[in-house]
């Protein structure tokens, strides 16, 4: 029961953790964007518009233009789960998006984040 709770939180309340937690290391709102359109397949304008509808995360990701299929080379731990072994598929997208902005707090350079 409580695993569904998540999906009912909207994006746009914890995209402000996102950019935060990235600030906080010197990168920037515009890089949080760009790994999340990465992701997603969403352009800035849309992005945009989903925070201010305030969609659900599973709204969000099963409305997603266009997941990124290199998506399954995310590997790694956030909050002591693996991110390749989580069984379910919002969860999954959700910690695909952690580890992400993890790797972005961290330093790591945008080509890696990426996975080009």
Not at 47 to 72: C, H, I, K, V, Y
Not at 73 to 101: A, H, N, Q
Request: with cysteine.
């Amino acid at each position: 029961m409580a695993k569904h709770r998540i999906y009912s939180v909207s994006v746009a309340s914890v995209y402000p953790h996102y950019v935060a937690k990235a600030e906080r290391k010197g990168r920037t709102r515009a890089e949080v964007d760009e790994i999340i359109c990465w992701l997603t397949g969403h352009r800035p304008e849309t992005l945009a518009e989903e925070l201010a509808r305030g969609a659900t995360f599973e709204d969000f990701f099963a409305q997603a233009p266009a997941m990124n299929p290199s998506r399954s080379l995310i590997t790694g731990t956030i909050c002591g789960v693996r991110v390749e072994e989580v069984d379910e598929p919002v969860m999954r997208e959700i910690r695909y998006l952690d580890k992400l902005v993890d790797e972005l707090a961290k330093g790591r350079a945008m080509d890696r984040i990426l996975r080009k």
